[in-house]
Structure formats: C-alpha cells, structure tokens
C-alpha cells in the first residue's frame, strides 16, 4: 500500500561522536563516505518527499559536504544548527518544516543501515494512525541494577517479552508533533526520543519491526559491523551506496 502524503525528513546530526572520534557524526567516515551519505541517499528514494533539512553543529562544513551529493540536486534542502540536547536539535529541525507537510520523519544519522522497505510501512501506518517506530524485539536477559557499599549489583531481572528496542527513522504526523511541542518545548523533562514525548502527551505509539542490520554506530567496533554489512548487501545486489 502507498500513501501520497506530503513527507518532510529531519535528520539529527549534530551530536558528536565522542567515543571514538570527537566530531559531529554525520561526517564520520563508513567505507569512506560519511555516515550522512548514507541516510540521504536511501532517503531521497522516498515518494511524496518534499525535503530535507539536515541539523547539524557545523552548517557551513555540512553545506559543503552536501555540494558533494549530487543526487540531492533535485530536493529542497535545509540546514540548521542543533542544540544543547538531541530533542533541542530535532525541535529546531522541526521548526523549519514546511506546514504543508503532513507526515514529518525523523532519523538519526547515526543510523546508516536502514531497511527502506521498513522506513515505508512506518509512513503507510503514520498516515492511518498518526504515529510509527521502528524497533526489535529485546532477546538478552536485562538485569535492573543498584549499588550496594559502592559495588553494583543486580536488583532484578526485567522481563522481556514485552520489550523492544526501539530505533529510527520514526514518523508522525504534523499536527501530532506540533501539538507535542506545544505542549513540551520548554519542559525539563528529557526525551530520547520524539516517540516518548508522543507517549507523555497520551497518544498511542504504533511499532513496526525493524531489522537488526539497522544498528547504531556508537563505537568504533560499529563502523566495523556496518562495513561489513555493506559489502554483504552490495555482494548480494551487485550494486553499491
């Protein structure tokens, strides 16, 4: 099933990398593209996009590198400055949507192996519900922890049948996220993500699940899974990114 919304993608890339290269994310290197080479390129293909705005800590280097992507010519691009917090950022990037979009996705670029396909049943359950993650079932034993005379120990084991891990890119509506932001933009409270906000405001939250390929790259062990995962997909295509 299609939907011919109008679609507006905020991608967040102005978080650094601090645990293994001390700059923004979006230009660490995977395969010798940055790691915002990759989100765009998958994310270009998508129907009824009318843009992109990219948020970032550095607008003028992002600028350049985005000169660099010549299948961007064709898109209405927006750069903007993130903030002190990821929710900061993504609301800045939220701010400079167009109104007339009606479904707003938002990624995180630290997030380069996204299953398209999948990116596309969260817009086609958005358009119907309002709200869609991506995410995987949990399938480790979680342990809720303590200290204890300074030592940490486990308090509990969590059960996990019902949890997930949960992911971008996530979709919503215009008017969902909006009336969100009215209602949390200048709370204390911290969300990792918009899809928490959504829960505090009472909606409902859809799921679609995800694939495990679909990892974060935190640490340098990362960009060495995500390497290979790439040259396992364009072995099996026989085309590349």
Known sequence: MATNKIISVVIAGAGESVRFQRQPKQFVLLDGKPLLYYSLKKLALLEGLSEIIVVTSDIEATKILLQEFNFLSKLKIKVVAGGKLRQHSVFNGFSNVSKSSEL????????????????????????????????????????????????????KTIDRKDLY??????????????????MYKDSEDVFTDEAQMIEKSGKEVYLVIGTRRNIKITYTEDLEIASKMLKEDCNYSGISL
Do not use: M, W
């Open 104 to 155: 707003v996705l938002i990624h995180d670029v630290a997030r380069p192996l996204f299953d398209l396909s999948d990116v596309k049943k969260c817009i086609e359950k958005a358009a119907i519900f309002e709200s869609c993650v991506l995410g995987i079932p949990v399938i480790d034993t979680i342990k809720e922890t303590k200290f204890h005379n300074d030592e940490l120990i486990v308090s």
């Open 165 to 182: 891990i949960i992911q971008t890119p996530q979709v919503f509506t215009y008017d969902l996220l909006s009336g969100a932001y009215k």
